[in-house]
């Protein structure tokens, strides 16, 4: 009897940690959280489920009531809008990596290109090619490169000839499988495609600055999901961050 009250006493003391974890992260966090969260795991947590997603998808979802402890956006608009609703819990919100704009190509027909005002892009397209990005009305990585393609000066050659994909990941996948001849895409997610390559980075001050916000969710403020933000926060997660080519913001 003493044994099994000892049992509950334990259960009970850690509620929020036998619970786990709901992480709702933009599609272009998922092979760095995925490996963070293994790391999570192996300190003895339970491994979280992470739901990845674009941020505009992740952001409704998350005004309209689904379920969540911490919500990681590829932008700061979107963490914006989800604490416009009240929904972030107080003192939680931080961004903690960056990263930088790409053009990239099918390796196998990989034609680099410096990155300018008024670069020459027809070349790369071809006569029916479309560019794949985000979706430039709502997925933060289609927002940034309609502002570097304004700012350079090439936005209105190309944005009748764009595939605007639900997420970076599915624009990175539309030049993966030969759908599109190049895509704008963010430099972390050509690490985990062997099948495309780089063709130029654009210009930091042709964007806003691409920053990743992490926040604590009110309906989802618990010990546990506050200790794993505050773990994110240590060497190990930033080594894995780094791996996957995540800069300082």
Excluded at 78 to 88: E, K, T
Excluded at 213 to 236: I, Y
């Amino acid at each position: 009897m003493k044994r099994l009250l000892a049992l509950l006493a334990l259960a009970f003391a850690t509620p929020a940690h036998a619970a786990g974890l709901t992480i709702f992260a933009a599609a272009s966090l998922t092979n760095a959280m995925n490996d963070i969260g293994a790391l999570w795991a192996a300190a003895h947590h339970k491994k979280p489920v992470f739901s990845f997603a674009s941020s505009a998808t992740l952001a409704q979802q998350i005004e309209h009531g689904a379920p969540a402890n911490i919500f990681a956006s590829a932008d700061e608009a979107w963490m914006d809008d989800v604490g416009r609703h009240d929904l972030i819990a107080t003192g939680t919100r931080a961004s903690l990596v960056g990263g930088d704009l790409v053009l990239v190509e099918p390796r196998a027909s990989l034609r680099p290109v410096t990155i300018g005002p008024n670069f020459e892009i027809g070349p790369i397209l071809g006569p029916t090619g479309r560019l794949a990005v985000g979706d430039p009305k709502s997925v933060p990585a289609g927002l940034y490169a309609k502002q570097a393609l304004i700012k350079l000066g090439v936005w209105e050659r190309v944005r009748d000839r764009l595939a605007p994909a639900a997420s970076v990941r599915a624009a990175l996948l539309l030049v993966e499988r030969g759908e599109a001849p190049a895509g704008i895409v963010y430099g972390t997610d050509v690490r985990v495609s062997p099948n495309v390559a780089v063709a130029g980075v654009f210009p930091a001050d042709s964007h806003d600055p691409i920053r990743y916000p992490f926040a604590v969710l009110k309906a989802g403020d618990t010990p546990e999901a506050r200790a794993f933000l505050n773990f994110l926060h240590t060497p190990p997660a930033q080594d894995v961050f780094r791996h996957y080519g995540f800069t300082k913001p």
